[in-house]
C-alpha cells in the first residue's frame, strides 16, 4: 500500500472524516487559547476546569438524556464558564492562595460530579466517554457545534488580542492604562472554558491539559514573537491531530492517547533542537 | 492652557481624546492629607504636597518609609484611606496620562515579545478595543524607542535586555503612552554604575517633554544632585522642597535617625552617607 493509499484509505469512512475534521479543529483551537494558558501559567485552571464539568454532564444526562447531544453540550458549557468564573472569583477574593482555590473547587465538582452520575445506569461507558473522549463517535451536528463555538472564541482572540496579551503580560500596565482588567481576565477564563468543552469529545478530560499545553509549549521553543507562537503552535496542533488519529486507525490505540503523544514527540524534538541551539550559539560566542 | 510638546504636536488630535482633559492652571499633582492604612497599620499619614507640571521629584526615606505606597496611590492603582490625589485636577483613576514602573514588576522576561512590543503596550488603550497599531502608533514608538536609545534593540526579544536596557524600556514605554506623570519606583536599584547615570540622563531629558516625573529612591546621592524637588518620607511627610532645603540635618536624623552620617562638602552642600542600617541601600 502506497503511502497516498494510506492516507486516502480512512477517509471511505464518514466517521474517520468527522473524526479528523473534528481532532485538526480541536488541536488548532486549542494551541492558540493554549498560548495564553501557558504564558500566564494558568495549566492547572485549564485542567481544573475540564475536571469541573462532571457534574453538568451529569446533570444533562440526567435531565435530558445521553442521546441529546445539544443540550449536554449546553450543560456542559454553562457549568464550564460558571466554573471558570467562580474560580476567577475565588482567586480574587479569598484569603487561600489561587491554585488552593481552583483545587477545591477542581476537587468538589469532580466528586459531585460523580456522585451524580452513579445514579444513572450503565454510567461507565459515559465516564469513560467522558476521561477519555470519543472522537470517533463525532457527528455532524457535533462538527457544527465545533465550527460555532471554536470559530467565535477564535473571532474573539482575534478583536482583543492586543488587550488580552497586556493583561497576560502586565497586569500592572492594564490597571494604569485604565483598560477593564479584571473583564479581560475574565475573558480569557471563560475562553479556556468553551475551549475546553469545544474539546471534550475529541480528548476528553483527561488529555485535555495536554491539547492546551504541549503544542504551544513547542511552539513556545521555536518562536521568537507571540504571534508566531500562536500560529506555529495552532500549525503542530492540527498536525498532532491528524497523525494522531491516522496513527490511532491503524495501530487501533485508543486516538485521544495517539494524538497527544504525537504532540508530546513534537515537544521533545523541539527541546533537543532548541538546547542544541543554545549549546551552539554558547559556543561560538565562546 | 497647556502646551503640547513639540514631539506630539505633529500627531493628529484624536489621539488625546481618550482619558481626561487636564484643567488648565491646576498642578501636575496635587495630594491632600493623603492617608493610607493597610492592614490595619498606617502606612502614609497626613501627606500633603503639589507639584508643578515638568518638574521632577524624588522621594526618599528610609525603607519602609512608604515611598511605593505613595506612588500607588498617585498612579490610582491604590486608593487613599483618606485624603486625595488630583493630577492635572482630577482623580487619578481617571487618567491614562499617569505611566507607573513598579519596582518588581512581576513580568515574566520569558515572555515571547520583542522591545518594540513591548513599548508599543503602552499605546493599547489610545489604540482602543479591537483596532490595531496604525502607522501613526508605530512612529510614536519608534519615536519613544530613540529617545531612550533603544532604536537598535527594538526587535530583541526582552529577556537579552540588560538592567539598563529594562529601565530605559519602561522609560520608552511610558513615552509612547504619551504619559504627562511619569511614576518610576526604585529605577536605579541593580543597576551598575555606567547604566544608573544613563538612565538619570534619560529621564532628565524628558523635562524637554514638560512631563512630570516622581521618582522613589534610597540614594540620597542621586536626589540631591539629580532632581528639583525632594520629598523626605516616614510614613508621615518631613519634608518637601528643593534638596538645599529638605536635606538638613535636623530632617534627616528624624527620618533616619542615628544611621546616617553627614559630612559638609567643599561647595558647602552637605554630602550625604547612607549607612543603611535599615538594610537594602548598597
Redo the contacts between chains.
Keep these: 500500500m502506497s503511502f497516498v493509499d494510506s492516507i486516502v484509505e480512512p477517509l471511505r469512512f464518514p466517521f474517520m472524516v468527522r473524526g479528523l475534521i473534528a481532532a485538526m479543529s480541536v488541536g488548532g483551537l486549542c494551541a492558540v487559547v493554549g498560548s495564553f494558558v501557558v504564558l500566564r501559567g494558568m495549566a492547572f485552571m485549564g485542567d481544573a476546569i475540564a475536571h469541573s464539568i462532571l457534574p453538568g454532564l451529569a446533570g444533562g444526562v440526567l435531565t435530558a438524556g445521553r442521546g441529546d447531544r445539544r443540550a449536554l453540550f449546553g450543560w456542559a458549557l454553562g457549568t464550564a464558564v460558571l466554573v471558570a468564573l467562580g474560580m476567577g472569583w475565588i482567586g480574587e477574593r479569598a484569603r487561600v492562595r489561587e491554585d488552593t482555590a481552583i483545587g477545591i473547587v477542581f476537587a468538589g465538582m469532580f466528586a459531585l460530579g460523580i456522585a451524580l452520575i452513579s445514579t444513572v445506569r450503565g454510567f461507565a461507558v459515559d465516564l469513560v466517554h467522558f476521561l477519555f473522549g470519543n472522537v470517533l463517535g463525532v457527528s455532524n451536528g457535533d462538527l457544527v457545534l465545533i465550527g460555532a463555538f471554536g470559530g467565535a472564541v477564535l473571532l474573539l482572540v482575534l478583536l482583543f488580542y492586543k488587550e488580552l496579551v497586556v493583561v497576560s503580560f502586565d497586569p500592572t500596565l492594564a490597571r494604569t492604562l485604565r483598560l477593564p482588567a479584571t473583564a479581560y481576565r475574565y475573558l480569557l477564563f471563560v475562553l479556556v472554558a468553551v475551549t475546553v468543552v469545544v474539546s471534550l469529545q475529541t480528548v476528553g478530560v483527561g488529555l485535555m491539559l495536554a491539547m492546551l499545553i504541549v503544542p504551544a509549549s513547542t511552539a513556545f521553543l521555536m518562536a521568537r514573537r507571540l504571534p508566531a507562537m500562536i500560529v506555529v503552535g495552532s500549525l503542530l496542533g492540527i498536525l498532532s491531530g491528524a497523525i494522531g488519529l491516522y496513527l490511532s486507525f491503524y495501530w487501533s490505540v485508543a486516538s485521544g492517547a495517539a494524538i497527544v503523544l504525537v504532540t508530546i514527540a513534537f515537544f521533545f524534538a523541539a527541546l533537543l533542537l532548541s538546547t542544541r541551539r543554545q549549546v551552539l550559539r554558547r559556543f561560538t560566542n565562546g | 492652557m497647556r502646551t503640547r510638546k513639540s514631539w506630539a504636536a505633529s500627531i493628529p488630535s484624536r489621539l488625546h481624546s481618550r ?1 481626561t482633559v487636564h484643567l488648565a492652571g491646576a498642578p501636575a499633582v496635587a495630594a491632600t492629607a493623603l492617608t493610607v492604612t493597610i492592614g490595619g497599620r498606617p502606612a502614609l499619614t497626613d501627606v500633603t504636597f503639589e507639584l508643578a507640571e515638568g518638574r521632577q521629584l524624588a522621594v526618599v526615606g528610609p525603607n519602609g518609609a512608604g515611598k511605593t505606597t505613595l506612588l500607588r496611590v498617585l ?3 491604590l486608593p487613599p484611606s483618606s485624603g486625595e490625589v488630583r493630577v492635572h485636577g482630577h482623580g487619578p ?4 496620562c ?3 514602573v ?1 519596582q518588581k ?4 522576561w520569558r ?4 522591545v518594540f ?2 513599548v508599543m ?2 499605546r ?2 489610545r ?1 482602543g ?2 483596532r ?2 496604525g502607522a501613526i502608533d508605530r512612529r510614536v514608538v519608534q519615536d519613544a524607542l530613540a529617545a531612550v536609545e533603544l532604536s537598535d534593540l527594538a526587535r530583541r ?1 526582552i529577556e537579552e535586555l540588560s538592567g539598563g536596557q529594562q529601565q530605559r524600556m519602561f522609560l520608552a ?1 511610558a513615552l509612547a ?1 504619551e504619559a504627562d506623570l511619569i511614576l518610576l519606583d526604585e529605577p536605579f536599584v541593580g543597576l551598575d554604575v555606567p547604566s544608573r547615570s544613563e538612565v538619570l540622563e534619560l529621564i532628565a531629558a524628558v523635562r524637554d517633554r514638560n512631563v512630570t516625573v516622581i521618582v522613589a529612591l534610597h540614594d540620597l546621592g542621586i536626589a540631591a544632585t539629580s532632581f528639583d524637588e525632594i520629598l523626605l518620607l516616614k510614613r508621615r511627610m518631613i519634608g518637601h522642597g528643593s534638596p538645599r532645603d529638605v536635606f538638613v540635618e535636623a530632617n534627616l536624623r528624624e527620618a533616619y535617625g542615628s544611621c546616617l552620617h553627614l559630612a559638609e562638602g567643599e561647595s558647602g552642600t552637605v554630602v550625604v552617607h547612607d549607612t543603611a542600617c535599615s538594610g537594602g541601600g548598597r
Design positions: 482619558g498612579s490610582g492603582l483613576c481617571g487618567h491614562i499617569i505611566a507607573y513598579p514588576s512581576g513580568i515574566d515572555f515571547p515579545v520583542t512590543d513591548v503596550m503602552g493599547v488603550q489604540i478595543p479591537i490595531r497599531p526579544r514605554r503612552q
